[in-house]
T-cell receptor, first 114, second 113 residues
């Protein structure tokens, strides 16, 4: 149990376009979802926390207009990187929690902006 | 602020035990985790420990917690080539997911034949 599916696994996009990443909890209701970013050979940095039905809470330094997070249902959260630039290239990982279980991570999305 | 520190690399011979160390600064940490990340993949939860525990063992994995020194370690017995990965130490105040996790930079475990 406690499976989190993240899609796509990797994506290459042109500079200036937008990319949407999906994070789904397959067998539990995720009241809270988290989005992390990982630069090469670095740790994961929390970008934002989203609760179902409410606006996401962004960490300091993360542009909310750049990284749009939608958590419209208890099983789906999306992260949209708007007007992507090469410096947005990174590994993005989501995680989900039902509030009573430990946090489960998705498999990550490798974004390359060219 | 919160901080989690780990050594960047650890090299061990196949069959030996690996000990990966971690220190943290937030004394309110309630849950401490060890995650494994293989190249290009997401995080796999290996084990976790509550702050009121000193030790937890799960098959080849042993976690030791020294709360006084804010020191956490992960011991992998009989290290195999499949154990080669990056191991992240992480902490949170609320294990149920009310807040996110704070991660260390990860320790690259390198297995020598």
């Amino acid at each position: 149990g406690a499976v989190v599916s993240q899609h796509p696994s990797w994506v290459i996009c042109k500079s200036g376009t937008s990319v949407k990443i999906e994070c789904r909890s397959l067998d539990f209701q995720a009241t809270t979802m988290f989005w992390y970013r990982q630069f090469p050979k670095q740790s994961l940095m929390l970008m934002a926390t989203s609760n179902e039905g409410s606006k996401a809470t962004y960490e300091q330094g993360v542009e909310k207009d750049k990284f749009l997070i939608n958590h419209a249902s208890l099983t789906l959260s999306t992260l949209t990187v708007t007007s992507a630039h090469p410096e947005d290239s990174s590994f993005y990982i989501c995680s989900a929690s039902s509030g009573t279980r430990l946090i489960t991570f998705g498999s990550g999305t490798r974004l390359t902006v060219v | 602020g919160e901080d989690v520190e780990q050594s960047l690399f650890l090299s061990v011979r196949e069959g030996d035990s690996s000990v990966i160390n971690c220190t943290y600064t937030d004394s309110s940490s309630t849950y401490l985790y060890w995650y494994k990340q293989e190249p290009g993949a997401g995080l796999q939860l290996l084990t976790y420990i509550f702050s009121n525990m000193d030790m937890k063992q799960d098959q080849r994995l042993t976690v030791l917690l020294n709360k006084k020194d804010k020191h956490l370690s992960l011991r992998i017995a009989d290290t195999q080539t499949g154990d080669s990965a990056i191991y992240f130490c992480a902490e949170s105040y609320s294990g149920g997911g009310a807040d996110g996790l704070t991660f260390g930079k990860g320790t690259h475990l390198i297995i020598q034949p």
